[in-house]
């Protein structure tokens, strides 16, 4: 079956420390996303990718690192200048077609610093 | 279960009543509007979609209205039912390659 998979579901981050979200998609959908969700709000976007070695920031990109070496994937690194790390992440992918706008997301990666 | 929204809007219904959700859209560019529904702990799915040039679409048990005149947006679920008790958000594209704009949700809960 074709989908998009975030890893780990659960990840527990010190202090100072980066950690790097994994998304994979095998939709062949040209276009990746990262959104952040946290109590009370709605998904903001971090990065976005619409095609392969290039992305652009999003509306709260500080503190985040993207790649996009591979059509299929598409990582997150948290960085330590990222100052409340603590939220809901997800990822998503769409055809870059203009007729079909549906995204596709994962399941989510829940990243608590402790 | 996890919860994605602590301080969301929150509309209650009976079990086999109608519901109303709406939405308050920014962008008088946008011509493209979808509706996911988001479970606690999980990713949101696709309900439903409208384009500009529509002003209401109907899915299974689902509706959604676009009064563009206003910039609001509304999902009508019939019948609701406990698998309907999720958050909801709309979301808003204003061209092919901008990425959606997603509002801030409303929670769903369906007394039984």
């Known amino acids: 079956d074709g989908g998009i998979t975030q890893s780990p579901k659960y990840l527990f981050r010190k202090e100072g420390q980066n950690v790097t979200l994994s998304c994979e998609q095998n939709?062949?959908?040209?276009?990746m996303y990262w959104y952040r969700q946290d109590p009370g709000q709605g998904l903001r976007l971090i990065y976005y990718?619409?095609?392969?070695?290039?992305?652009q920031k999003g509306d709260i990109a500080e503190g985040y690192s993207v790649s996009r070496e591979k059509k299929e994937s598409f990582p997150l690194t948290v960085t330590s200048a990222q100052k409340n790390p603590t939220a809901f992440y997800l990822c998503?992918?769409?055809?870059?077609?203009?007729?079909?706008?549906?995204?596709?997301f994962g399941s989510g990666t829940r990243l608590t610093v402790v | 279960g996890e919860s994605v929204g602590l301080h969301l809007p929150t509309l209650s219904v009976q079990e086999g009543d109608n519901s109303i959700i709406n939405c308050a859209y920014s962008?008088?560019?946008?011509?493209?509007f979808i509706w996911y529904k988001q479970e606690s702990g999980k990713g949101p799915q696709f309900i439903i979609d409208?384009?500009?040039?529509?002003d209401k679409r109907q899915g299974q048990r689902v509706t959604v209205l676009l009064n563009k005149t206003v910039k609001h947006l509304s999902l009508q679920i019939a019948a609701t039912q406990p698998g309907d008790s999720a958050v909801y958000f709309c979301?808003?594209?204003?061209?092919?390659?901008?990425?959606?704009?997603f509002g801030k949700g409303t929670r769903l809960s369906v007394i039984a």
């Open positions: 998503a992918s769409t055809p870059q077609e203009g007729i079909n706008y549906g995204y596709t």
């Open positions: 939709l062949n959908h040209d276009a």
């Open positions: 990718s619409q095609i392969v070695n290039d992305f």
């Open positions: 962008n008088s560019a946008s011509d493209y």
């Open positions: 409208i384009r500009s040039n529509m």
């Open positions: 979301a808003e594209i204003s061209s092919g390659n901008t990425p959606l704009v």
